[in-house]
């Protein structure tokens, strides 16, 4: 029974989706105070999503109903279960296994996946582009982001997210992996699609990208879905790159901090064309991660010599 409410309610799936509201709220608010706004007040992002869930669902013509409903629960579903491998509000994951950083990054990428299997289901122009946009996105940040987020589990030795916190506890790898840091942090915008790597979802060229077509429940489920992917992104970098865990008011102020940062970069840049994007992350972010990452690989078995 203990364990059903953990799963559910803490630190489990209903704590975690209010938790992506609260930091959903903080971006919003952040955003809009640096436009000179006032932005939305703090129960906003929850009123929208109760809004959303009691408007009627609609299914475009001819799109399949079952895949049309599905998706979004299994986007929201992928990224719940990732979510029970990290250490929410600093508390070590009570579930792990040896493999499980790799699991967890592969779940986050399931959301996109779903994304763009949605836009492309209906017949609707902007679905189509921003379905394309989506997955010409996913291939060129998920490698940069994944090899970032491996940087420190090379010099843990271990691919388990347990493992790695103990080893980044009381150590800033922010220090000696800088360049994983940044590739991090800007390949969770880019999963996330925010300001400047919008592109997917630009409301002034495409709607709202592959999401155009959904209305009611479905939308709300994929708006909760990337609430939660940006708190088990931001936990992760945090929990890697910057301490590991101390303390629960301190892990939470750090993801926090972090969240400014991704704000900050969200009002500084305009929007980036997919070309840019592309050619920019691809070429310039994969070969510096793997460059970093290959210089680690390098300095341990040097080390160990």
């Known amino acids: 029974m203990n364990a059903l409410l953990a799963l559910l309610l803490f630190p489990g799936g209903l704590f975690v989706m209010l938790n992506g509201l609260a930091y959903e709220w903080v971006d919003r608010k952040l955003v809009a105070r640096m436009q000179n706004r006032l932005g939305p007040r703090w129960f906003q992002p929850l009123a ?8 009627e669902e609609i299914v475009p013509r001819g799109a399949d109903a079952r895949w049309f409903n599905g998706l979004p629960i299994v986007a929201l579903a992928a990224v719940l279960t990732a979510a029970l491998y990290v250490p929410l509000l600093g508390i070590l994951p009570s579930v792990g296994f040896a493999g499980d950083l790799i699991v967890t990054i592969y779940l986050l990428s399931v959301l996109t996946l779903c994304l763009a299997l949605a836009g492309s289901l209906t017949s609707d122009r902007f679905g189509l582009l921003g379905a394309t946009r989506t997955l010409t996105q996913l291939f060129s940040y998920e490698a940069p982001f994944l090899l970032a987020l491996l940087g420190p589990a090379v010099v843990a030795g271990s691919w388990q997210i347990g493992t790695i916190l103990n080893y980044a506890s009381g150590q800033w790898l922010i220090v000696t992996q800088p360049i994983g840091f940044f590739i991090a942090v800007i390949g969770l915008m880019g999963k996330l ?23 009611g429940r479905g939308l709300a489920l994929f708006r909760l879905a990337k609430n939660v992917a940006l708190v088990v992104g931001l936990t992760l970098i945090a929990g890697f790159y910057l301490g590991g865990i101390a303390n629960a008011f301190e892990f939470v102020g750090k993801t926090l901090a972090l969240l400014g940062v991704i704000v900050v970069l969200q009002v500084l840049f305009a929007r980036l064309r997919i070309d840019q994007l592309v050619g920019m992350w691809w070429r310039v972010g994969a070969l510096l991660a793997l460059a ?11 080390s160990a010599n």
């Open 193 to 215: 699609e925010l300001p400047p790597f919008d592109a997917p979802e630009a409301h002034t060229e495409i709607v709202a990208g592959a999401l155009t077509e959904y209305s």
């Open 292 to 302: 970093q990452w290959l210089l680690l690989i390098g300095w341990k078995l040097w």
């Open 48 to 55: 929208d999503v109760a809004k959303l869930l009691g408007k």
